[in-house]
């Protein structure tokens, strides 16, 4: 079956953001674009939430909103050398409820998934 060319399936982005948290997020944007250059929608909540939820005190109820967002991808994309705790969780939820799960490294090229 031929995908309709106008189809663009939704992809969760996947990538650290604690520790050095300006690159992070300007990484994060990067690989949205490479989700969006080849012709997918991302989701990447790690770059909405903290617009409006703090860190510290609601990281739980945030990684639990984007577990909820991850359910209505198709795909994974796991991204960096890093593989944070939460970032886990996601990985590990996505082969939970048989989601493909794709690795890249920071130069967004594709790599094995360990």
Known sequence: MTRNPNYKPLVFISSP??????????KARKYCRFAVDNG????????LYPQFMNEK??????LHMGI?????C??????????????LQEVLQAE????????????CEEVKHA
Request: with cysteine.
């Open 96 to 107: 939970y409820w048989g989601k493909i799960v794709r690795c890249f490294n920071e130069a």
């Open 74 to 87: 198709e795909e994974v994309w796991v991204f960096g050398d890093t593989l944070s705790e939460g970032m």
């Open 40 to 47: 997918y929608i991302p989701v990447a909540p790690h770059l």
């Open 68 to 72: 909820v967002l991850l359910g209505k």
């Open 57 to 62: 005190n609601e990281r739980d109820s945030a």
């Open 17 to 26: 953001f604690s520790g050095d948290v300006e690159s992070n997020i300007v």
